[in-house]
């Protein structure tokens, strides 16, 4: 999948070449999948929105800390803070959570310790 006309990445940051913003990989948070958009979180709170499907940041945040952990949600595992074991959601900087998939929550068990 060629993301080369919508974004660059490079230098630790995603580079959005028509919207003209310039996002920091670490500051991102978790993004999330609505339909063929995709909501991108970041740590100082503010949130963009892209016409992109999520399998696009998937793609190409793949080199980075990045988890994917739910059809909707992939994860910066760096903000990762705590598991809530009653919603079964990973609990994220800014209070932010997002849902732990069944499927794949006995695979991130291993990979992430905060879920023992």
Do not use: P, W
Request: proline letters at 0%; aromatic letters at 12%; glycine letters at 2%.
């Amino acid at each position: 999948m060629s993301f080369e006309n919508f974004c660059i990445v490079s230098q630790g940051s995603l580079d959005f070449k028509f919207q003209k913003i310039k996002i920091a990989i670490e500051d991102i948070v978790m993004l999330q999948a609505d339909s063929n958009y995709t909501h991108v979180y970041l740590s100082d709170g503010k949130r963009f929105i892209f016409a992109r499907t999520i399998k696009l940041f998937e793609d190409m945040l793949k080199d980075y800390s990045f988890e994917r952990i739910h059809k909707t949600f992939i994860i910066n595992c760096d903000h990762l803070l705590g598991y809530d074991s009653k919603t079964e959601s990973l609990v994220l900087s800014n209070n932010l959570k997002a849902n732990l998939s069944r499927r794949r929550k006995c695979q991130l068990k291993r990979q992430l310790s905060v879920l023992n």
